[in-house]
């Protein structure tokens, strides 16, 4: 399965750290070029379809954004599933041998996400009906952590997703991409109800938008994950651009 590992071109360095930190893995990663939301205006992402007019999303947000939908529609033109990473993520070294074991035991698959931001919760289905929520700790995980994690061996199970934030790495159908588009695009400032937070609050990033759709479509989460990511709010080209 083709992979693309989203990175801006004004951070090289975060790719070399990727790569760097994944080496165990034996993946051939690829670098894809990311929208550089900085240098997107407003007019330019609503004339895309990006976003709606008068809605309120930072520039980092929406450059991310456009970076997914970008390898969405390459997904649906090459008609085969595509592997996406962001470049602050740690993949496990099993990556390789999880994977096919994982989507073998899925009898049908839009959008299957291998990790998820861990300073929030993971709401699976465990059975019908039955869900779970999935608090982490360390929140943030630190350098030392995911070197530990990217050797962890524990065996990983597909589940019914309901609610995650992050895109740290997930593999996509061409009919997971397509629902995708239609149903994230053009971005609004729409309600989304997290219902093992009991909360409700307009969409304001990317991840916002992705919350709303899970439950529409065949969304799974693994767990334990075989992605994690840094997510380094401070850093963050998504959150302060």
């Known amino acids: 399965m083709e992979n693309f590992v989203i990175n801006l071109a004004r951070e090289p360095q975060k790719f070399e ?3 760097k930190l994944n080496s165990g893995s034996k993946i051939d990663f690829r670098r894809y070029d990311a929208c550089d939301g900085a240098a997107l205006g407003e007019a330019e992402a609503v004339k895309m379809k990006i976003v709606m007019p008068g809605t309120k999303f930072t520039h980092g947000s929406i450059g991310c954004a ?5 390898l969405w ?6 008609r085969d599933p ?11 070294n099993d990556f390789n041998e999880a994977l096919p074991k994982l989507l073998a035991g899925l009898e049908r698959w839009d959008y299957v996400t291998f990790g998820y931001n861990t300073d929030s919760i993971l709401d699976i289905e465990i059975a019908n009906g039955i869900n779970s ?3 982490f700790s360390p929140q943030y995980p630190d350098d030392k952590s995911l070197k530990d994690f990217v050797r962890s061996t524990k065996q990983p199970s597909a589940y019914r997703l309901n609610n995650c934030f992050g895109t740290c790495g997930y593999a996509i159908s061409p009919e997971g991409a397509k629902r995708l588009s239609k149903l994230c695009f053009p971005m ?3 309600t989304i109800t997290i219902a093992a937070l ?3 609050f307009p969409a304001f990033n990317f991840d916002c938008i992705l919350n709303d759709v899970y439950r529409k479509m065949d969304a799974y989460a693994v767990f334990p994950p075989l992605v994690v990511p840094k997510n380094d709010r401070k850093v963050s080209t998504t959150i302060n651009a």
């Not at 456009?66 to 970008?70: L, Q, T």
């Open 66 to 70: 456009v970076s997914h939908f970008r």
């Open 133 to 135: 929520a999935v608090a």
């Open 73 to 78: 529609q390459q997904c649906i033109e090459k």
């Open 17 to 19: 750290n990727f790569l």
């Open 198 to 200: 009991n909360r409700s």
């Open 188 to 190: 609004n400032n729409r």
């Open 82 to 92: 595509i592997l996406v990473f962001e470049d602050d993520a740690a993949v496990r």
